[in-house]
Every structure is written in C-alpha cells, then in structure tokens.
Antibody, heavy 121, light 107 residues
C-alpha cells in the first residue's frame, strides 16, 4: 500500500525556518517525481515545488523561490522541504504527493495527510 | 496558466447529474489535465488524469472530457458521498496551477 506521511509542521515566527519531511512507503520512491502542494486555511490548493526522481531537476512557484528548497534522499525514501524566511502568507497545510506519469498523462496520484505550518508572532 | 472553474458553487440533489467546468487561459495538453475531489479535513483524491482517464478505484459515474482550453468533469448520478470540493490542475507548464475549486453541495 502506498503511503506518504508528512511531519515537521508547527508554529514558527515570521522570518523563521522549518523543515518538512515526507516519508514514503509501499512503492519505489526513487522512480517518481515528487511534489509539495499547500492549502491555506479555507482556501484552494497551490502547487509549491517538485523534484525529479534523482533530485537533479527542481522547480518552484514564484512565491517561494529563493526561500524554499525541495530535496530528497532516496536511500531513506524521504522527501524534504526546507522553508526559510517564512511569512504569514506561508501559513497552510502542506501536502506531499507522488507524480504518476504514463502514456495517458500525468497527475498527482497519491497524497499524504498533510502537516500544518503556522507562521505567526 | 490560469485555470478558472465554474460555477463556484453547485447545488444539486442526489441522483442528479453534475457538470463542472475548468477553463484555461491558454491551451493545455489533454495529457496534463487532472481533476481532484477534496472533502473537509482530508487530502485531495485524484479522480481523472489525462483529461478523461479515471484513476484507480474511481467509479464510472465520474467522467472527464475536453481539450485545449475547455475541460469538463461530469458526475452522472450524484451519490451522497460525492458532495465535496472539486479542483482541476494542469501539470503541463510550470507553475502547475490549480483552479480555485467548485463546491458541490446538497440542495
């Protein structure tokens, strides 16, 4: 069974840092691109970042470029999101998700349960 | 690419047919258009990928169609568990944007 379990969320002051972790199981995580998606309280979904299977390719939404870094350790089947210079507008539930890709298309097919990040003084 | 979903809220009764729209500001490859369902307190669930392919375990009352800039999610006969928020997403051009969502509520 595919499982993604996020951890590392919590309350942090503006300007602070936090590292989120996503532990994968039930599949060969090194064979898939992975993504982070966030959802501010009561709002819609926002794609944040993704990373290639071997970690060699990364992309980010403009709102987090230069502040967030996505990385992975395939030997530990773990995805990370290092978040620096946090702002109030980064407050959200952060989900990790697996990117499925086939000849029919690609989409985020499995999601974790999310971890809440609250940026407030 | 901006995805605009309509309507914002759709009020229907169980057994009725639901039609949700997702319009893109520029052409999206059908291969990279997906639909998700989200219930309160839960993570999103993939329903449709490649504009029209059902994800594993998704009932056949859910169907997707469209191409270019106009895509549609249809639920043929609503069941009580279908009342939720639905999002479209394009995964063809970074940033991989979501629509703002359509809330499907019980009338």
């Amino acid at each position: 069974e595919v499982q993604l379990v996020e951890s590392g969320g919590g309350l942090v002051q503006p300007g602070g840092s936090l590292r989120l972790t996503c532990a994968a199981s039930g599949f060969t995580s090194g064979s898939y691109w992975m993504s982070w998606v966030r959802q501010a309280p009561g709002k819609g979904l926002e794609w944040v970042a993704n990373i290639k299977e071997d970690g060699s390719g990364k992309s980010y939404v403009d709102a987090v470029k230069g502040r967030f870094t996505i990385s992975r350790d395939n030997s530990k089947k773990t995805l990370y999101l290092q978040m620096n210079s946090l702002r109030a507008e980064d407050t959200a539930v952060y989900y990790c998700a697996r990117l499925y890709s086939s000849s029919s298309g690609r989409a985020l097919d499995f999601w974790g349960q999310g971890t809440l990040v609250t940026v407030s003084s | 690419i901006v995805l605009t979903q309509s309507p914002g809220t759709l009020s229907l009764s169980p057994g009725e047919r639901a039609t949700l729209s997702c319009r893109a500001s520029q052409s999206v490859s059908s291969s990279y258009l997906a639909w998700f369902q989200q219930k309160p307190g839960q993570a999103p669930r993939l329903l449709i990928y490649g504009a029209s392919s059902r994800a594993t375990g998704i009932p056949d009352r859910f169907s997707g169609s469209g191409s270019g800039t106009d895509f549609t999610l249809t639920i043929s006969r609503l069941e009580s568990e279908d009342f939720a928020v639905y999002y479209c997403q394009q995964y063809g051009s970074s940033p991989y944007t979501f629509g703002q969502g359509t809330k499907l509520e019980i009338k």
